[in-house]
């Protein structure tokens, strides 16, 4: 049975730490883009992101250790196969909710760049 806890612990922690790097690396350039240039707020909204997507696995990962009942007939691959399986769906759940809602509020954040562009050209533009 601890050998059950340990397996689901090690994968699920290390496949969340490399899918949070992979999207923050990643995911910065898509950011920029979607924020109009604005590489601070990019870097400020990827870094909430990856905290969000630590704190919401993390919680997941704790939940799904509740519960184990693994009879003796019963194998312990697809049992903690499964338990990863959930983290695993639970994941990508995240990173499409993510994208839609980047690539909705970054279209509105670049319209509020655009229109403060033409307000103050000056502000916005390169040095000469």
């Known amino acids: 049975m601890e050998l059950s806890y340990l397996i689901y612990l090690i994968v699920s922690v290390v496949m969340t730490i490399w899918v949070a790097r992979t999207l923050s690396k990643n995911g910065e350039v898509f950011l920029v883009k979607c924020f109009g240039q604005d590489e ?3 870097k ?3 870094h909430l992101l990856v905290v969000g997507f630590y704190l919401i696995n993390v919680g997941l990962i704790a939940i799904r250790l509740d519960g184990w009942h693994i009879a003796p007939g019963d194998g312990l691959i697809p049992y903690v196969g499964s338990k990863i399986g959930v983290s695993v769906l639970s994941l990508g759940a995240m990173h499409f909710f993510n994208m839609v809602m980047i690539a ?3 279209r509105t954040i670049t319209g509020w760049v655009r229109v403060n ?3 103050e050209p000056e502000k ?3 040095p000469a």
């Open 40 to 42: 601070v707020l990019a």
């Open 44 to 46: 400020s909204t990827n």
């Open 104 to 106: 909705k509020f970054g």
């Open 117 to 119: 562009e033409l307000r």
């Open 124 to 126: 916005f533009s390169a």
